[in-house]
Nanobody, 124 residues
Framework: QVQLVESGGGYVQPGGSLRLSCTAS????????IGWFRQAPGKAREGVSC????????YYADSLRGRFTISRDSGKNTVYLQMNNLKPEDTAVYYC?????????????????WGQGTQVTVSS
């Protein structure tokens, strides 16, 4: 069982930035595909970004490309989601997820393990 822990959420004004972190104890995240998802109240869970386990290739939802960046620090066993130019519509609970598939995707069913989420609120 991979236990994932997200951190870095909070309250930010429009145009601001946040960096979310996803860590795991006892498991090397580089051995898993890692995805970031978000869920706003009353809406379905949405794929944000993911990173492959071998080559570290990143993928993004088309609507978020250019504002969000996913990265992995193997030395810290952490995957980050850098979010810039945040908008009110980015308000959601953000989850990281780990999976054993070879290629990551933005489909939530691809992933086997989930964190408990971190709240991001963008408001003036």
């Amino acid at each position: 069982q991979v236990q994932l822990v997200e951190s870095g959420g909070g309250y930010v004004q429009p145009g601001g930035s946040l960096r979310l972190s996803c860590t795991a104890s006892g498991h090397t995240l580089a051995n898993y595909i890692i995805g970031w998802f978000r869920q706003a109240p009353g809406k379905a869970r949405e794929g944000v970004s993911c990173i492959n386990k071998r080559n570290g290739d990143p993928y993004y939802a088309d609507s978020l490309r250019g504002r969000f960046t996913i990265s992995r620090d193997s030395g810290k066993n952490t995957v980050y989601l850098q979010m810039n130019n945040l908008k009110p519509e980015d308000t959601a609970v953000y989850y990281c997820a780990a999976g054993i598939d070879r290629i990551c995707s933005l489909t939530w069913g691809t992933y086997d393990y989930w964190g408990q989420g971190t709240q991001v609120t963008v408001s003036s």
